[in-house]
């Protein structure tokens, strides 16, 4: 049927054009703390510790080879937001470019994977709320059925509000990065020693080199490094309520990936210069760790502070996202009517309060099994990434061949290097995918349950597409030009 495929003519059927609703209430200043809030979190501020003492200082190039890509995928995305600014973001543009099927997966895949993320953000902040002795007593569901409906309430305020919020949160974060390159950064120029022991190049020399475990380690942890980018896709979803997007998203995209850049693969070179690439743990973040060896009194408290602000600041992008995402979809019948409504504030309050009744499972799981909440919920949401990001560089691959073809106009902020970029990129996200089969056991019954994610968005395809594919045809009969207007 014509309507699903959307390749024979430049006319994006079934697209869903920008929604006049929406409050333009994000500034230029809270899209670019948002983009960069979005992919600065825990797989920095917690993760990296653990990645440190297994592959060692390369963990440095690694950051920089995936940050690569991701700078691909972020300007893929920004050339589909400047063609057609849109709060449905690369739901919007998989139905333009490869109709109705493709947005229906695509559509479902991302938010329940930011309802997995939400149970990941309410976890943490309850396990981060025991590390002061006043909380312990608190049960740890109760800490995470709190931060879950401050900040629902929150999103269903206003988008002002969800903006302001996000900029603050992605400030501490920053800012807290900045005094550690800061202090890093003297105290290597000054040559003063950490723990007992010089820093500087002879940290590398004296205890293995850049490779101190081999390379394997270092192939192991790309997978992990991916998912710690994951949120730059964020961006897009923030176009429909942003004032003059086609100025505004090309300078945000590129200070965005400009500034991630600098803060994971320079704050990855300042820890492997001042302690021992074995110095760092799993379960402890790496900027405690160099604080505490230095003798920085509090430490522990201002740095569990800044991981306590990641987390809610990723609960909070995650309720925005799937909320505008939702109602995207329900306007084209693929998601129920409900997720559709606006309250007078122009909020998608269905798609926020949907995503919050889904995150309430965390809270049984924070209940029930507290020890595991944490990593039930954050292995389930790796296949949803990479699907994610693949999408938004098919889409542009698309763009490209019809601009190619002469039937859309190809924006001046562009992929550059497309296609080669564009299959480059994809190839890398399928060697991730690969990598995630052999990482046994989490990877491997990671990628096993698909055996079940498949079948049933096969299932709820057939169950909505009477109703997708009628809409749809709406949609094609009330944009075809009437007979008056033809020449």
């Not at 120029?189 to 081999?214: C, K, R, W």
């Not at 079940?452 to 094609?476: H, K, Q, S």
């Amino acid at each position: 049927m014509a309507v699903e495929t959307g390749t024979d003519t430049a006319r994006p059927r079934g697209s869903d054009s920008e929604e006049p609703e929406y409050q333009k209430g994000l500034s230029h200043r809270q899209i670019q703390m948002i983009g960069i809030g979005g992919a600065i979190g825990t797989g920095l501020f917690l993760g990296a510790g653990g990645r440190l003492a297994s592959a060692g200082p390369a963990l440095a190039i690694v950051y920089a080879l995936c940050g690569v890509f991701a700078f691909f995928i972020l300007r893929a995305l920004g050339e589909l937001v400047v063609h057609r600014p849109n709060s449905g973001s690369f739901v919007s543009y998989a139905r333009e470019f490869f109709g109705e099927k493709a947005a229906f997966v695509s559509g479902w895949v991302y938010s329940i994977s930011w309802a997995l993320t939400a149970i990941v953000d309410i976890t943490a902040v309850a396990t981060y709320f025991h590390f002061w002795p006043a909380l312990t007593s608190v049960p740890q569901w109760l800490l995470a059925l709190t931060a879950l409906l401050v900040v629902t309430c929150a999103n269903l305020v206003s988008v002002r509000l969800f903006g302001e919020l996000e900029f603050w949160f992605a400030l501490v974060k920053v800012v807290a990065i900045a005094i550690f390159l800061v202090v890093g950064g003297v105290i290597l120029a000054a040559g003063f020693p950490a723990d007992g022991q010089s820093t500087g190049v002879s940290v590398l020399t004296e205890h293995g080199g850049i490779l101190p475990n081999g390379i394997l380690p270092v192939v192991i942890v790309v997978q992990g490094i991916v998912f710690a980018y994951a949120g730059i896709d964020l961006i897009g979803v923030t176009a429909g309520e942003t004032k003059n997007p086609a100025k505004v998203m090309p300078r945000a995209v590129n200070a965005v990936i400009l500034r991630i850049a600098v803060f994971y693969v320079g704050s990855t070179v300042l820890l492997a210069l001042l302690l021992p690439y074995d110095s760092y743990q799993a379960n402890e973040s790496p900027f405690v760790t160099v604080f505490t060896k230095l003798g920085v009194p509090g430490a522990g408290g201002a740095m569990n502070l800044v991981v306590l602000t990641a987390a809610l600041s990723s609960l909070n992008a995650g309720l925005y996202s799937t909320g505008r995402i939702y109602r995207s979809m329900a306007r084209t019948g693929t998601a129920p009517r409900f997720m559709g409504r606006l309250s007078r504030q122009g909020v998608p309050y269905g798609g926020v309060l949907f995503t919050a009744v889904l995150a309430l499972l965390g809270v049984g799981l924070n209940a029930i099994v507290p020890e595991q909440a944490f990593e039930i919920a954050i292995n389930a949401t790796a296949l949803a990434i990479l699907c994610t990001w693949a999408t938004i560089v098919l889409c542009q691959l698309r763009l490209y061949r019809w601009s190619q073809q002469g039937k859309v106009a190809r924006p001046a902020f562009r992929l550059f290097g497309a296609p080669w970029t564009s299959y480059l990129t994809l190839l890398f996200l399928f060697g991730v995918l690969v990598l995630m089969v052999f990482d046994y056991p989490v990877g491997t019954y990671t990628i096993g349950t698909l055996i079940f994610i498949v079948p049933a968005l096969v299932l709820g395809w057939y169950c909505v597409r009477g109703r997708v594919l009628a809409l749809a045809e709406d949609r094609a009969r009330s944009s075809a030009p009437r007979p008056s207007e033809l020449p």
